[in-house]
């Protein structure tokens, strides 16, 4: 029995995979996309919402400042309605965390942070990471084989770098990993998501609370020195764990589907492990075909909006498919390839608009140095168990495998 098959089914078309390749978005997205492609949806068992499954229509409402993140609820299974104490409790936003806020609010929290991630800082990040991502190389080379690649080399590398930036104690029984994982599923419940969520704030409230009395080399300690209290308390707890979750959540995950991808498309795992020249456009290619986003935040219409010819009415809710926007064939040719010689398109697996990842430079970073670095180490790296027999987190807002079991 794999981790998934007790899940509630069936799971929202949004989370749905093909399922003999769990790297394409479901079959109904394609005719969506030709017939209907933006749609009305169930995302908990209940609500409706528009989903969105082109390209050009995404990237319009993403861009868009009539659809508010602010207003928007997280997309994640509510009480029922006789609930009403825990269904507010569970819609308490955490303040700093600013991809919940529109401008000015919005504006104001992201540019403490951006600083931390220009082309500069990664300059000076790189040779850190190179020894972080040559560290865990050397980690899985006496573990193994086989090991679990998730366990020794997708999550630590981009944990420990997210952790060095925040400050994080490295051996502080901080479990946000686990956390983060109850926490981004949509099938989770109230008892597992609340305690959760609030351990994960407790966290970052204890590293706050030793940044404000003693500043530290660090990106929490920078942004004291600079606003001082500007910046509130609770603010911090909320910019430190949307930095912590999103830093090692999307990148661990991209490090383990898309070593899955590379084993069933060998030509252009070759590629990219012989090839320096063409690392950066293999990444993005390999982000596009593999969009472990299963949609961006889920926004909330302030007026009455007309895309493509469909009326989202002021309240209402839309999502965009980030795996359909990706594979739109209006876009991208042949959009089911993976395909490293494709010309370079933008796609939408980072966002768009002012919600585009601030992280994104540092996820570019870690993967155009961990992908290749892993490949030539172990040069005959393959699958441990039978591809069938992989277990994918098919219910979790960001898409991934529980384990990859590698040998070499």
């Known amino acids: 029995m794999t981790a998934n098959s007790t899940l509630p089914l069936p799971l929202p078309l949004p989370y749905r995979r093909e399922a003999g390749c769990p790297f394409n978005p479901d079959p109904e997205m394609r005719r969506l996309r030709a017939q209907e492609p933006i749609v009305r949806v169930s995302i908990n068992g209940g609500d409706l919402v528009w989903m969105v499954t082109r390209f050009d229509d995404g990237r319009a409402i993403l861009g868009d400042h009539r659809f508010s993140s602010e207003l928007t609820p997280l997309g994640i ?72 690649l998730i366990d020794v080399f997708a999550l630590p590398v981009p944990s420990t770098v997210i952790c060095e930036m925040l400050g994080v104690p490295p051996d502080g029984g901080f479990d946000f ?62 910019i430190g764990n949307l930095l912590l979750v999103a830093g090692h959540e999307t990148t661990a995950n991209m490090l383990g589907i898309g070593t899955l991808a590379l084993f069933r498309h060998p030509e252009q795992l070759a590629m990219l492990r012989d090839d320096p020249r063409i690392v950066e456009r293999a990444v993005d290619e390999l982000v596009r075909y593999v969009s472990i986003p299963n949609h961006g935040e889920i926004r909330t219409a302030t007026d009455d909006v007309t895309i493509n010819g469909t009326l989202i009415k002021k309240g209402e809710q839309v999502l965009v498919s980030i795996p359909s926007a990706n594979r739109d064939e209006s876009r991208f040719p042949d959009p089911d390839r993976l395909d490293f010689t494709r010309a370079p398109r933008t796609h939408l697996a980072y966002g768009h608009g002012i919600h585009h990842c601030v992280g994104a430079p540092l996820a570019r970073l870690e993967m155009h140095l961990a992908f290749p670095a892993l490949l030539r180490r172990f040069p005959s790296l393959r699958l441990a168990v039978p591809f069938e027999d992989v277990s994918y987190r098919r219910s979790n807002v960001t898409y991934g495998v529980h384990s990859l079991p590698v040998t070499w």
């Open 77 to 148: 299974v509510l009480p029922a309605p006789e609930n009403r104490t825990l269904a507010e409790e569970l819609r308490d936003q955490q303040p700093g965390t600013f991809i919940e806020c529109d401008p000015p609010e919005h504006t104001r929290l992201r540019q403490m942070v951006a600083g931390e991630f220009t082309v500069a800082a990664m300059r000076r990040l790189r040779p850190r990471i190179e020894a972080i991502v040559d560290h865990y190389l050397d980690v899985m080379a006496s573990a193994g084989p086989p090991v679990d």
């Open 177 to 238: 990993a686990g956390l983060t994982r109850i926490m981004t599923d949509v099938m989770s419940s109230l008892e597992t998501l609340i305690p959760a969520r609030d351990a994960l704030r407790a966290g970052m409230r204890e590293l706050v609370a030793r940044n404000r009395e003693h500043p530290g080399d660090n990106l929490l300690g920078r942004i004291i020195r600079e606003h001082g209290i500007g910046v509130t308390n609770e603010e911090l707890v909320g």
